[in-house]
């Protein structure tokens, strides 16, 4: 283990991760050896609970059996053949289920990548491109809110709110208009804008910022009375996040693009897919010469593996009717947690927010947090707790407890605050 790290120290470089630190002789970074359900193994062999879902992925636990299985079948067919004019039956069959599963009937057509960033560079393009060849040329502006996020691609991260995400060049033929509310939308040039794009009732990176209840029907209002495109980033939200399979459904909204990846199979594989309508997906219909083809895609598109995966993440959450038992858990989370301080939640999303001058303080609790059996990573100073679906009441306990014992540990005088 000693030789794997110094090899990771020479060679690797991790996503967010200042490396220099990282590289020092004194840190031993965690290797993760094995998981099952919400418990996952170090090379010590030291056990932690999931606490952040494997950065907000997971959703049935680790190793389940019927994904596991459903994965070693596909396997022993065959593990990915292009989806570039060509078809197999695992893709046929989720985008069959996944349209089904939004209430409504509007979503129709299912076009799958790999991640949450091109689910929505998808998104975008086919709203750009719709109205480019659909006789409105000026609806060249996408409207986003402040302190989004939406992905690391630079697509993705043009529309990100945040900063420090956002890395560099936004030149790319469009303009993106930034909000903070409702309010600021009213002012502006309905007639120039191709979609506006929100992460529903909370956005994660921000620090899991609620929106204010009624925020999405409203928008979804103002998108209808002015045709534009209303393009849902449910990356995180998605498959029973919030406590309903899609976060949009507490708002009976259907969006004109929804995006899906993180949760959709399960936290097994990379996956995404963009759900759009029949009239987005008419708009790109012409003899291939008049060049009104949706040019776009990723050579793992479609993989089947991801397929089998997702088909089996859903027979899940029928079979061990996982969204019945929410509300239990649901409650469980709030109770552990409701006293502390700027605590705040979205169905099995959990966070709060220390007030303290020490910018690492989210840090150094999250590493007293794995001295007590728990992982997470903070956003800030805020610390989320955002257990895998498949979290028993039992560990939730363990969880919160963890968590106060490294507040109390880290930061005594906030945490009572
Ligand atoms: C994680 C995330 C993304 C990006 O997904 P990747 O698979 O990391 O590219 C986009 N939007 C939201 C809301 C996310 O949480």
Not at 7 to 30: A, G, I, N, V, Y
Not at 67 to 88: C, R
Not at 276 to 303: K, Q
Not at 365 to 388: E, F, Q, S
Request: hydrophobic share 40%; proline share 5%.
């Amino acid at each position: 283990m000693t030789d794997l790290i110094a090899l990771d120290k020479r060679h690797l470089w991790h996503p967010f991760t200042p490396m220099q630190p990282w590289c020092s002789p004194d840190h031993e970074p965690l290797l993760l050896v094995s998981g099952n359900g919400c418990t996952l193994r170090d090379q010590h062999g030291r056990e932690y609970l999931d606490g952040n879902a494997s950065i907000w992925t997971n959703i049935h636990g680790h190793g389940h059996p019927v994904i596991n299985e459903a994965i070693i079948e596909q396997l022993g067919k065959v593990a990915h053949t292009s989806f570039l004019g060509f078809t197999h039956e695992p893709a046929i069959r989720l985008a069959k289920e996944l349209v089904d599963l939004v209430p409504g009937g509007k979503l129709t057509r299912a076009f799958f990548t790999d991640n949450g960033s091109t689910a929505i560079e998808s998104a975008v393009r086919m709203a750009l491109q719709f109205w480019k060849q659909n006789g409105r040329q000026e609806r060249d502006t996408l409207i986003a809110f402040d302190r989004a996020y939406h992905g690391d691609t630079l697509g993705a991260a043009s529309l990100g709110g945040i900063p420090l995400f956002k890395g560099s060049g936004n030149d790319f033929g469009y303009r993106v208009v930034t909000v903070s509310s409702m309010d600021e939308l009213a002012g502006l040039a309905a007639d120039r804008v191709a979609a506006v794009i929100l992460e529903p009732l909370i956005q994660g990176a921000a620090g899991m910022r609620l929106w204010p209840q009624g925020m999405l029907k409203s928008l979804d209002a103002w998108c209808d009375a002015h045709d534009v495109f209303l393009i849902l980033d449910e990356v995180m939200t998605g498959f029973g996040r919030t406590g309903k399979m899609f976060a949009c459904e507490h708002e009976d909204v259907v969006p004109d693009f929804l995006c899906l990846a993180k949760g959709i199979t399960g936290g097994y594989l990379p996956f995404a897919a963009t759900l759009t309508t029949e009239r987005v997906f008419e708009g790109f219909l012409g003899d291939p010469g008049e060049g009104r083809t949706f040019f776009y895609g990723h050579s793992y598109a479609g993989s089947q593996l991801g397929c089998a995966a997702a088909l089996a993440s859903l027979r899940v959450f029928r079979d061990e009717r996982v969204l019945e038992q929410l509300p239990a858990k649901i409650a469980r989370l709030r109770d552990g947690l409701r006293d502390l301080p700027a605590f705040r939640q979205c169905g099995m999303i959990a966070a709060i927010t220390v007030d303290s001058p020490d910018p690492s303080a989210g840090v150094k609790i999250c590493l007293a947090a794995r001295k007590h059996g728990l992982l997470t990573r903070p956003v800030g100073n805020t610390i989320v707790l955002m257990p895998p679906l498949c979290v028993t009441l039992g560990e939730i306990d363990r969880m919160t407890a963890a968590l106060r014992a490294a507040l109390a540990e880290v930061a005594p005088t906030e945490s009572t605050a």
